[in-house]
């Protein structure tokens, strides 16, 4: 997949992921976007774990591991920064 091709699944994984999750998430088209891609490597990483290979084989999650990817990214931004004001 090329870079156009990161960017659009990205973004559909980030969007989806931002509707999933309840609250006021303040990304803009380029934060749901990089949301989406670090989704992907999450998921990737995660289910990597999981099938017991860890680092030594990673494999691309697919788009459900990137929307799960981007909802615990999602989650951990949230509690990191959610409770300060801007």
Do not use: H, K, Y
């Not at 999650?61 to 959610?82: K, P, T």
Request: net charge positive; proline share 3%; with cysteine.
């Amino acid at each position: 997949m090329g870079l156009l091709g990161w960017i659009i699944f990205g973004f559909f994984a980030g969007l989806i992921a931002r509707a999933v999750l309840p609250g006021n998430q303040r990304l803009g088209c380029l934060g749901t976007t990089l949301l989406g891609v670090g989704g992907a490597f999450v998921g990737g990483f995660l289910t990597s774990i999981w099938r017991g290979t860890g680092w030594r084989d990673p494999e691309p999650a697919g788009f459900l591991g990137a929307v799960l990817g981007a909802a615990v990214l999602l989650l951990v931004f949230q509690s990191a920064f959610g409770g300060r004001e801007r």
